[in-house]
């Protein structure tokens, strides 16, 4: 439920002619006094004390600090905002530091609260003694109040003072859902609004809970925008409303009234820098500390945002007493200037002159007006030259159009400065800088002109990082040194020439060698080698890793990178000979053809998964035609193993010969007799027709080596999710053809996101998509599907990008240069062009990184009525067989704008567009 305040018309006195009990107003006079300084008595509206406490025992509360906040309301609450707002202004107080956000209000407090927000508590009647009926219990503290509430029409004297509703202390008893309803709508003075929709129904699944004399305020209420649902289409009219939601109701009605309240001010910001934030307000000026305690939020957000999401010449609303800004939200982002542009062509005092078509125009400016150069930095004004292009920025809110900031577009820039690298690209020979003032700018350099170092080393500038402190020299606007005083790190490229347990040395592009210290664990990364080590790298002067090295800001190489190796790979070689004497090995490679390599005691040796370091024991198992595995360089063995299995693609089945065709990873063709069995996900008793050609598969080989045990089809699929069983690692996906798996598990299998951050089972739901590799039919990793819906809000089919808004109101960002496949009414198409910006779509990305879009289908019809029970919309039909209910998807986003809308604020004969993913209504669009 929300609030929106309107203007109240005060009426005078009513005289209650009740039997009544009386007390004098001199001592309520004495107490107020004292509490209205505080800011109210007892809880975190006004007095805690119990139904027919005395005045006196009310104890002394304190409302909010400025720049604080209540302990028990952290950032991030949901009404935070709110809360701190009012806090601020006064109109909520704290008990003892705490707010209580979560408590129940009670009916007294309530109208105190609508009181104060009305700004009418000081209207209490202070000329005679005030009395109440005896059997209308209210807590003495709050007597005044509800007697001026009486008085103002904001409770009715008939409802309130039946019999059947005084069988308990009136003031203590929880403020309901529906009576604070009322208390709304009789504050806004649309009490004959609620008498008019008095008899309709509320259209809520619980209408039937909702008591006759409240059903005009809710709809009212709905209709107005002040109230929505719960969740399952509830209302839960004698549901406790709590503290935080009766402060959420009061701080946004405030948006919708004339009054002005204490501490706070709206207005422009003229300026914002050193800690000040200096506010054009009614025709003055006016300047506030902000602190680490000031609160900053927007009117459209219920979170918090930080101060550098807030720009001068923005308009706010500022509220804090003795200047001292608590609270300050963004009200209209939008820049508050005009912009005008010319050719400089002098300056005299207080004066700019900017050639013109009909002669010279004159701005005013003073200490205030900021001068930039071309790239944002501040320059002082004598320094621009005539016939520079210049643009003027005009504030617009104060009436005197003061310049407030002129930046030169077109001049020359010389200078030496100091900062940081924000990005290379390397095409266009262009370095941005972010420099020590925090202006980001952008030069190009020349080759041959300019000079990159690092420590005295020459480097290329490739090799700069982002991140990384530097010292820049601009010459004619061309980039002429930079020299890195802090690195982050940087990248480097050659072979490895030598390797120590504390060095690398390696060779570059252009013949040159360098020398760096390893760092105490540097990451090793070796395609197609698990958990790779130092060992595993191959260091020669001709033939050592193609690596890439990643060095910090200290030079030292914190992880090596083997991009390619130079040395010759044999798989399924067969054995002619070994010679324990020599250590020569001889064998043929797959096509037949001769090698001779010779082992030593750096060469790396395996059988049947075991490690060795004895030529000895290996030997004994090089006899002829046993098949292995050989990587060798300049004629030295780097390994050799016995072959356990092949890994590469299925090329080729011969159904006649019954053999297969394996391509490994040197580019070797291999024929062997069918495998023994095949274990292949989804496919239970596949046989080796059932395993389509060119998919990566795993050949593991029988004890002896003369045929394929079981040929494992390994590989990646997209799949959606059935079932998740968090609490035994297990889930099921969904096979083509609408079947469901067997149980996956998942206990070791690594879970990551589509950012590559780890995630849990639990996070997962039915309906989500993930990317799982397979090895046969066992799961070795899983990666969930980032999915979209929303609106398409750009698209650039030349760039293959587009954007999407999404149901949360972010905007989304895709690139769909490795394909899109649009899915639309059933039919495909691969270009980008298919969708545009009317388009509500659902976004992910296939296992291969092909762009899916779903086009949602969408219908105009005319809105008949909302059935709670069922969750549907009725529309009104053209024909008899037109289809006229629509199931509402649950989170289904209903709006006219960008206003949301609750399903009960459509009235009959709305135009709407509805929008559908799976037959179920996920977007209603009121026109």
């Known amino acids: ?66 720049g604080g906040i209540f302990s028990d309301v952290k950032t991030g609450f949901w009404a935070e905002k709110h809360i701190y707002k009012l806090a601020t202004q006064g109109i909520v107080v704290g008990n003892n530091g705490l707010f209580r956000p979560g408590d129940s209000v009670t009916q007294q407090e309530a109208v105190l609260m609508a009181l104060r927000f009305m700004k009418l508590q000081g209207n209490v009647n202070t000329s005679a003694d005030v009395a109440l009926p005896n059997d209308f219990l209210v807590t003495n503290y709050y007597k005044p109040y509800v007697i001026l509430a009486f008085q103002q029409g904001l409770l009715d004297k008939t409802t309130e003072m039946a019999a059947d509703n005084l069988k308990n202390s009136w003031g203590e008893r929880k403020a309901s859902r529906e009576w604070v309803a009322e208390l709304l709508i009789r504050a806004l003075g649309k009490g004959a609004s609620a008498s008019a929709a008095a008899g309709k129904p509320t259209g809520f699944a619980d209408d039937a809970k909702v008591s006759a004399n409240k059903r005009g305020y809710i709809n009212t209420a709905v209709e107005l925008g002040l109230a929505n649902g719960l969740t399952g289409n509830r209302f839960d009219p004698q549901g406790a409303v709590t503290r935080a939601q009766l ?55 219920e979170n918090r945002i930080s101060l550098n999401e807030i720009q001068p010449y923005t308009k706010v609303t500022v509220i ?84 407030v900031k002129v930046q030169v577009t077109s001049g ?42 690092s420590q005295s080393t020459i480097i290329q500038p490739a090799e700069l990082k982002t991140g990384a402190a530097v010292s820049y020299t601009i010459k004619d606007n061309v980039i002429r040194s930079v020299e890195v005083t802090s690195g982050v790190e940087r990248i480097v490229k050659g072979f490895i020439y030598e390797l120590t347990d504390s060095t690398i040395v390696y060779q570059k592009s252009d013949g040159s060698r360098e020398v760096n210290l390893l760092a105490a664990t540097p990451a090793i990364v070796i395609p197609n080698v698990t958990s790779p080590v130092m060992t595993d790298l191959i260091a020669d002067k001709t033939g050592g890793d193609n690596v890439q090295l990643t060095l910090n800001s200290s030079d030292q190489v914190t992880k090596i990178e083997v991009l390619s ?68 360089i300049n004629e030295r063995a780097m390994s050799v193993e016995l072959t356990t299995k092949y890994t590469g693609t ?105 950012a590559g951050q780890k995630i849990a089972l639990s996070e997962l739901r039915a309906g989500d998509f993930v990317n799982i590799a ?30 999407v808004k999404d149901y949360a109101g972010a905007s989304q960002s895709f690139n769909a240069s490795a394909g899109v496949r649009i899915m639309r009414d059933g039919v495909a198409s691969t270009a980008l062009s298919g969708i545009s910006t009317s388009d509500r779509v659902w976004v992910r990305k296939d296992a291969g990184g092909v762009m899916i879009i779903s086009v949602f289908s969408q219908l105009n019809r005319t809105f008949a009525r909302y059935e709670s029970a ?58």
Do not use: C
């Not at 300026?271 to 003055?284: A, E, H, R, V």
């Not at 899983?782 to 954007?803: E, I, M, N, P, R």
């Not at 629509?886 to 509805?914: C, R, W």
């Open 247 to 301: 402060a959420t109701f009061f701080s946004r009605a405030e948006a919708h009234n004339t009054l002005d309240y204490d501490n706070t001010f709206k207005g422009t910001i003229s300026s914002l820098k050193d800690g000040k934030l200096s506010l054009y307000s009614n025709g003055g000026a006016l300047e506030f500390t902000l602190n680490a305690n000031t609160a900053y939020f927007t009117s459209s957000s």
């Open 412 to 453: 020359i820039v010389n200078k030496t400065a100091k900062g940081t690298v924000q990005s290379v690209d390397a095409a266009a020979k262009s370095i941005t800088f972010k420099n020590a003032d925090g202006t980001v700018e952008s030069f190009k350099w020349e080759d041959g002109t300019t000079l990159f170092s």
């Open 320 to 403: 804090g007493a003795t200047y001292n800004a608590s609270y300050v939200e963004l009200t209209d982002p939008a820049l508050q200037v005009e912009q005008a542009e010319g050719v400089f062509t002098k300056l005299t005092p207080g004066i700019i002159w900017v050639d013109s078509a009909n002669g010279y125009d004159q701005y005013g400016y003073d200490a205030a007006t900021a001068f930039l150069d071309v790239n944002g930095a501040v320059i002082q004004p004598s320094s621009i030259t005539a016939g520079s292009k210049i643009t003027l920025l005009r504030e617009t809110f104060s009436g005197s159009r003061k310049v």
């Open 870 to 927: 069922t969750n549907e919309v009725l529309t009104k039909r053209a024909t008899l067989n037109d289809n006229y209910k629509f199931v509402l998807a649950p989170n289904v986003y209903i709006h006219q704008g960008d206003t949301t809308l609750p399903v009960q604020s459509l009235k009959e004969n709305d135009n709407i567009i509805m929008y559908f993913n799976n037959d179920k209504v996920v977007e209603i669009v009121k026109q």
């Open 565 to 632: 190796r130079q040395i010759e790979q044999y798989t399924a070689a067969t054995v002619v000979d070994y010679n324990s004497k020599t250590q020569y090995l001889t064998f043929t490679d797959n096509n037949g053809k001769a090698h001779v390599v010779k082992l030593d005691e750096k060469t790396k040796m395996a059988y049947g998964g075991l490690i060795t370091t004895s030529l000895t024991t290996m030997g004994a198992r090089l006899t002829e035609n046993r098949k292995i595995d050989v990587t060798s």
């Open 650 to 754: 299925l090329t080729a089945i011969n159904t006649t010969s019954r053999t297969v065709v394996l391509k490994v990873g040197n580019g070797q063709l291999l024929t062997m007799s069918y495998p023994s069995s095949i274990d292949m996900f989804g496919k239970s008793g596949a046989a080796i027709t059932d395993v389509p050609l060119n998919v990566p598969v795993t050949a593991v080989l029988s004890n002896n080596q003369d045929m394929i045990s079981i040929l494992r089809v390994t590989g990646s699929t997209q799949l959606e999710i059935a079932t998740v069983n968090a609490n035994t690692n297990k889930m099921t996906v969904k096979l083509e053809g609408g079947s469901t798996s067997s149980e996956l598990n998942l206990l070791s299998v690594p879970l990551i996101n589509e």
């Open 774 to 803: 397979f090895d046969g039919s066992t799961p070795v990793s899983l990666q969930s599907v980032k999915q979209v819906a929303g609106q398409v809000s750009a698209v650039d089919a030349a760039a293959g990008t587009f954007s």
């Open 1 to 66: 439920m929300s609030h929106r305040e309107g203007n109240i018309e005060l009426s005078g006195p009513k005289r209650i002619k009740r039997t009544v009990q009386s007390y004098s107003v001199k001592a309520v006079s004495a107490v107020l006094a004292g509490a209205m300084v505080l800011g109210g008595a007892g809880t975190a509206f006004a007095d805690n004390s119990s139904t027919g406490a005395t005045v006196g025992a009310a104890a002394p509360q304190t409302a909010v600090q400025a």
